[in-house]
Structures are given as C-alpha cells and as structure tokens.
C-alpha cells in the first residue's frame, strides 16, 4: 500500500488494519481515526509514513512480531505507538 491519503474517519475506527503478512505500508498519510495503523497478527513492514491526528493510538502492534516500523513521522496522537506483551518489533528497525 503505497502513497495514498485515508482521512476523517472517527474514533471508533481504524485507518489501516493489517490482519495478513508480509505486506509493505509505505508513504501514506494517515489522519482522523481511533487508531492510525492496527498490525494484528502478521509481519509486515511500516516506513516513511506520516500518522497524525488520530484519537487514540498512532501504530498498534497486537500479537505481532518481526514487524519492520521505520521512519514513521508519528506526532498529535494521543499515545504513539504501542506493542502487546506478544509483539516485538525487528532489531533493525529504526
């Protein structure tokens, strides 16, 4: 998923909800949501996206590991990123 604009939504819903593996979410802009990028379950890869202005959560990782979450601009967001005790994000990841 690459380089689109999802906008305006409300807080009882999530931008980006990732339930697959192996998917890249790259260059987006994701604003005006509950949560901005819901990772559940899966391996994937999150850069150079710009999460903003979501109510709740910017990037939430549940029962996800080895994701790849690199050079996210991550600001207004009530909390920034979060990660269940079953997550782990890659070593590599910046």
Known sequence: MDQFVIQNGTLLFTGIRIAS????????????????IHLLSSQNTVAW???????RIGIVLEGSSNNHIEKNIVTKNTVGITLDEYSRVSPTAV
């Open 21 to 36: 593996g192996n998917n890249t979410i790259r260059k987006n802009t994701i604003r005006g949501f509950g949560q901005g």
């Open 49 to 55: 996206n710009n999460i903003t202005e979501n109510g």
